[in-house]
């Protein structure tokens, strides 16, 4: 899940509202595709939260399938702030200790949704 900023050269402290996204390249690449009429898919793991429905009802909407994405309640949706400078430069505050995406490995197939 990424957060972007209302404005560009604040750091993550200074910044008063963000916008959440469906994003993380994983998210973006299938989306891109089925824009552009090509069938695509995305396996991964969310949270049973919020951030993990909407990730899940984005992608959904978007036309991706998301059958092997595992909605799991051992660990929240990642969440990432990105922050740019003046010049358009990126800059990542990632929350993702423990986080769902990260739990996919040998329990990826058991599904929970």
């Given amino acids: 899940m990424d957060f972007l900023p209302d404005a560009t050269g604040k750091d993550v402290h200074e910044v008063e509202r963000w916008t959440r996204c469906a994003g993380g390249s994983l998210a973006m690449w ?14 991964s793991v969310v949270g049973e939260d919020a951030f993990g429905r909407f990730l899940h009802e984005t992608l959904a909407n978007e036309g991706v399938d998301i059958s092997h994405v595992r909605r799991t309640s051992e660990g929240k949706t990642g969440l990432v702030f990105i922050t740019l400078n003046d010049a358009g430069e990126r800059s990542f505050a990632f929350f ?14 058991t599904r929970t949704s």
């Fill in 30 to 43: 299938p989306s891109g595709l089925s824009r552009l009429g090509a069938q695509s898919a995305l396996v």
């Fill in 96 to 109: 993702r200790t423990q986080s769902a995406d990260t739990s996919w490995g040998h329990r990826m197939w």
